[in-house]
């Protein structure tokens, strides 16, 4: 029979036969112990007997309720909030010491399943406070007030956390269960809350773009403006992602999430790197009557870095490019602007390994830096007007993101130009996210159309994901002008 929150513990030989024999102090205090324990509406079963074996049973109502003992959830805030904002997690109503665990769960939009969970002990008070009380197992172990989010994994193997509709708050459902059984059971069920997490900040505008070429979103910050202006860009995947715009817009910055392939009418696949594409959304935002100049700023990640590092290099008018995990390099893919192009670097896929998991290990397929930072291949980024933040880091599996960073830095200094900030981040993959997003460890690779790992080592990787965020808004409120909220 399983401990009941509120009531006296009773000694574990009560769960079942209880064998006589024990001092006569000893029967006394489970004499008093069940006493204590009879709850209004309650029936008990055989008393206590002196004989050689009694049964003990407890009968209580379904659903318990002791005055000033129901456990609930609170969160601070109370309301809802942003994703990139952390939350206090806190369960009152408990028994002293009771073991608990705690478990978060969500659907994306395409209805697939995040869950983790973690085992913990209440305090002398009967409180359970996470921003206090270490995680004793499970997803994570510690203190870690945040890890029901970021130790979030989906049911359905290699599935990575994306928002896709950033107007849609994601709804976190957090459960508390009695004891500490691996697969906690609906009876075990103590109190339950619903957190939305939201990505569409108070106050931001959301503005679809349909300018020319150029297919985008724009984000503006509430208030009358003018703002100073980002243009953000993803990687290989394609499409259009708007939730790292849309959280940037809340902390001041007029963001453009920019699609480049495979969204509407853009091309269905990526050949090349087409600068007078990207120019002409620049064009876009030094022209638009929200945004701030004289210059804009840069984030991408992956492809979508080298991206931004090709724009710094080329263009006019930036002033500060932040690079997640970019390479510096063309790629497999050529980078054009006008009478000018970059080969592309090329790669062997000979060169990919089998990972312990299976999975295929990408990192060194791409061909030898012949020459080092004098290769051809290399984006000329000593030509950028703007100061460029590398964050990178340094268990990437999609390329050495570290390595890249500091033959940037190596190529900056040999044209004068001083060293690069370069931010490396140990135990941390590929995807760089805003703050806690769960780690993609491994995902299908969309050129490949086969599964890869890309690295990172979960509570590592998401303090680098907080950091690396903190960074990235210091960095442009620097150089743009802003006054973000960090």
């Known amino acids: 029979m399983r401990p009941v929150p509120g009531l006296l513990p009773l000694p574990s030989r009560l769960h079942g036969v209880y064998s006589g024999g024990g001092s006569s102090p000893e029967r006394s205090e489970i004499r008093r112990r069940l006493t204590a324990n009879r709850l209004p509406g309650a029936q008990s079963g055989l008393g206590l007997d002196t004989g050689s074996a009694c049964l003990f049973m407890v009968r209580v109502p379904t659903r318990l309720c002791v005055p000033g003992m129901a456990a609930t959830v609170t969160l601070e805030p109370a309301g809802s909030c942003c994703w990139d904002e952390p939350v206090r997690i806190a369960v009152r109503g408990l028994a002293p010491g ?4 705690l478990r978060s769960s969500l659907r994306d939009e395409k209805g697939a399943l995040f ?19 270490p995680a004793l197992g499970g997803s994570f172990v510690g203190l870690e007030p945040m890890g ?3 130790a979030l994994e989906p049911e359905k193997p290699l599935w990575r956390f994306v928002k896709r509709d950033v107007q849609t708050p994601f709804a976190v ?23 939305e997490r939201d990505f569409l900040p108070p106050g931001v505008r959301r503005e679809p773009v349909r300018a020319g070429r150029v297919r985008a979103t724009l984000f503006l910050p509430p208030g009358p403006g003018p703002f100073p202006g980002i243009i953000d860009i993803f990687g290989m995947g394609g499409g259009l992602l708007e939730y790292r715009a849309s959280l940037l817009a809340g902390h001041g910055f007029a963001t453009l999430a920019l699609a480049y392939y495979d969204f509407e009418d853009l091309p269905k696949k990526f050949d090349a790197i087409h600068l007078d594409y990207f120019e002409e959304a620049l064009c ?12 804009i700023g840069l984030l991408g990640i ?5 991206i931004c590092l090709s724009m710094a290099s080329f ?3 930036i002033s500060a490019t932040v690079s997640i995990n970019g390479s510096g390099f063309s790629e497999n893919k050529p980078i054009y602007y006008k009478e000018t192009s970059i080969p592309p670097l090329g790669h062997d896929l000979r060169r990919m390994k089998v990972a312990f998991s299976g999975l295929l290990d990408i990192v060194d397929i791409r061909n030898d830096i012949v020459g080092g930072y004098e290769n051809p291949c290399m984006i000329p980024i000593e030509k950028a007007q703007g100061p460029i933040l590398f964050i990178a880091g340094q268990d990437d599996h999609n390329w050495r993101s570290e390595l890249y960073a500091q033959i940037a830095s190596e190529r900056l200094q040999a044209h004068g130009k001083g060293k690069a900030q370069i931010i490396s981040y140990p ?12 780690m993609c460890p491994a995902s299908l690779h969309r050129l490949l159309d086969k599964p890869v790992i890309w690295g990172g080592e979960p509570r590592a990787h998401s303090k680098a994901q907080i950091d690396a965020w903190k960074q990235i808004l210091t960095f442009f409120s620097k150089h743009l002008g802003a006054s973000p909220k960090l």
């Not at 869950?115 to 009380?133: E, I, K, S």
């Open 98 to 101: 009771q073991r608990v665990t």
């Open 115 to 133: 869950r983790a969970h973690a085992r913990y002990c209440a305090d002398a008070n009967g409180q359970l406070d996470l921003a206090r009380a």
């Open 148 to 150: 029901l989010f970021w």
């Open 173 to 195: 459902k957090l459960e508390v269960f009695d004891g500490h059984e691996p697969e906690p059971q609906a009876e075990q069920l103590l109190s339950v809350a619903v957190h």
């Open 284 to 295: 876009y935002m030094l022209q638009h009557t929200q945004v701030k100049g004289p210059g």
């Open 302 to 306: 992956s492809l979508g870095a080298d």
């Open 315 to 317: 263009l006019k008018n």
């Open 427 to 438: 135990g941390t993959g590929h995807y760089i996210e805003p703050p806690y997003f769960p």
